[in-house]
């Protein structure tokens, strides 16, 4: 695997893969685990070539949230990406990626603002400026993105979207441990009783689910469940349970067409999320 840190370099280097076939892209803060690595593996099977970057986002996290400890682990994501076969790792400094100098940012009126966004001012601003400059350096053909992050699909697809970048984004399903709860980079920062007790989460998604599969198309009466099973859990300090719409994030009434029912949760010092896909179109 080549690692490479400056942007001519990829830009050159992502334009000879092009001339080769298709190019994927799956962009990471590293820290990696079993779903970022479902990502490579997503891309290499839809895919001629695979690039992954690691760039911890200065610009996506608040000014009371972990950026300074977020977990960087890069010689072992170096060891776990050349096993998983990708080609090129991207690995730029803040300096080269976020320079003092820029003033130019992307950023999705009303939708970035929704579930997580309303919580993370700014959060989204960050991600969507920092993908958009991935996209134009490397020009992937699919970029590939966890559906654990379901906010950040829907403000990048309206991104695409908007700004006509030439690029599929590919959803990749959410990784879980066999207790139910999603892997996260974050997951490491959970005490031994803290990670028992963040399984509430998939549960409250369960207790949802099912009451959906009984019938049940009232967004109230989903939410009314999972806001129930949050409470048995009274460590955790619960900061939404929501249905949306998964592409515009809008609150939904009615869920006869499906929806995304999502939770996020604070243990301690720790923000976990987690959702579903729900309905006839969401198998």
Known sequence: MRIITSISEMQTAARQLRRGGTLGLAPTMGALHAGHLSLIAAAKRECTHVIATIFVNPLQFGPNEDFSRYPRTFEADCAAFTAAGVDILFAPSAETLTPASATTFVEGAGISDRLDGAHRPGHFRGVATIVAKLFNIIAPDRTYFGQKDAA????????????????????????????????????????????????????????????????????????????????????????????????????????????????????????????????????
């Not at 990048?156 to 959410?174: G, K």
């Open 152 to 283: 950040q699909l829907a403000v990048l697809r309206a991104m695409v979207r908007d700004l006509n970048f030439a690029v599929e984004i590919v959803a990749c399903p959410i990784v879980r441990e066999l207790d139910g709860l999603a892997l996260s980079s974050r997951n490491r920062y959970l005490t031994a009783e803290q990670r028992i007790r963040a399984t509430i989460l998939h549960r409250a998604l369960d207790a949802a689910a099912d009451l959906h599969a009984q019938g049940e198309r009232s967004s109230g009466a989903l939410i009314k469940a999972m806001q129930q099973m949050l409470v048995t859990e009274p460590s955790v300090i619960v900061e939404y349970a929501a249905v949306v719409d998964p592409d515009t994030l809008l609150p939904l009434s009615d869920i006869t067409h499906g929806a995304l029912i999502a939770v996020a949760a604070h243990l301690g010092e720790t923000r976990l999320i987690d959702n579903y896909l729900i309905g006839a179109d969401h198998a």
